[in-house]
């Protein structure tokens, strides 16, 4: 019984720590992607339960047909064209995480620790390229490490947030400007991107875990707790909004203003999130590039860690504004397409 607790919490924040990046933790997408009032708070808990249920279906589907990667679950879900063209889809988006989350780790370093941007990108590169080297069970050890750890810490600061009575008062002309009608909409928007870039690692978890009532817990488990967090963040965001506007790293300018301690605290808990979702996201693109082409893995790690490593000079912010809703546009096309295979072939999970 302790066995199979210790297998649904390490895939459950596996599946967690691939969401949990740099735009989540640091408040950028609540604020991109949710209206910061009544509606926004909908939006987060419809997700929660959108990333529940895509979980355990991946879980399901990946044990019952003895998939073991995203490009054999592709080419389950539709034809060969549609798989193909996920395919590409897919390793786009996650070399694009890959970037935006090696960004981030840079301003973290430059912004909040006081050092060359140089220095945060090559440090969170070694510990992904370290970790990748391990394949899929040195990605969930990693996760298992650092993942409980920073959600304890968001919760501990939200704790402390309170007591230390963050205002509730909030300009809502200026809310009202973020907020969009369909809210719907923007969480599905949200959802998809995110749910691509984790799908390298949920159909590599059933290939440790066999036990569908495991997922199945897991699944929820990861919902419920992505659901509080990201009510959490949205929560402090709203009590401080005054403090954000322009801001790129929005959390961390709150801290800013109130605690130092809990500043840099947070500062470490940013650069975490960021290095679990970099390395999902990089273990699914170097594990089917070294399946789909005859380069060596020592060759594709150093290729793209020297290409991420340069495009990672651009801003966070803007990449995570521009490619991120992007990316959730054209994943959403492509997930209508697999969703519409999935119920044409009536599979009872």
């Known amino acids: ?24 933790a640091s408040g950028q997408e609540i604020l991109q992607f949710f209206s910061l009032q009544q509606w926004g708070y909908l939006g987060i808990i419809f997700c929660g339960i959108l990333f529940a249920f895509l979980a355990y279906m991946i879980f399901s589907i990946s044990l019952d047909f003895n998939l073991a990667t995203y490009d054999q679950l592709f080419h389950w879900f539709g034809s060969e064209k549609l798989g193909s063209l996920g395919d590409l889809v897919i390793l786009f988006f996650l070399f694009c995480s890959f970037i935006i989350m090696l960004s981030g780790s840079g301003e973290v370093f430059v912004h909040y620790f006081q050092l060359n941007k140089n220095i945060g990108i090559l440090l969170t590169a070694i510990i992904i390229v370290l970790t990748i080297k ?32 963050f205002s509730l008062a909030v300009d809502k002309q200026q809310i009202n400007s973020l907020t969009t009608e369909n809210w719907i909409f923007q969480a599905i928007n949200y959802v998809v991107y995110n749910f691509f870039l984790a799908l390298p690692v949920l159909t590599a978890i059933p290939t440790k875990i066999r036990k569908k009532k495991l997922l199945k817990r897991s699944s929820l488990l990861a919902g419920i707790i992505l659901t509080v967090l990201g009510l959490i963040i949205n929560t402090l965001l709203v009590q401080n909004f005054n403090l954000i506007k322009g801001s790129q790293i929005p959390m961390l300018e709150i801290l800013s203003y109130k605690s130092n301690k809990l500043y840099f605290l947070y500062s470490i808990i940013l650069w975490l999130a960021m290095i679990t979702t970099a390395t999902s996201s990089f273990y699914g693109l170097i594990k089917r590039l070294n399946n789909k082409l005859t380069m060596s893995l020592n060759k594709l790690l150093i290729i793209f860690t020297i290409a991420g490593f340069l495009l990672a000079k651009f801003h966070f912010a803007v990449l ?11 994943g959403g096309i492509i997930f209508l397409g697999f969703l519409t295979s999935y119920i044409r072939r009536k599979v009872v999970i």
Do not use: C, W
Not at 134 to 150: A, R, T, Y
């Open 1 to 24: 019984m302790r066995r199979d607790h210790k297998l649904i919490i390490q895939s459950a924040v596996t599946y967690i720590g691939a969401i949990i990046g740099a735009g989540f």
């Open 320 to 330: 995570v504004s521009t490619i991120y809703p992007f990316l959730g546009n054209i």
């Open 134 to 165: 391990s394949g899929i069970e040195g990605v969930m050890k990693l996760n298992i490490i650092l993942v409980p750890g920073l959600i304890l810490l968001i919760i501990v600061i939200f704790g402390l947030s309170i007591e230390n009575n």
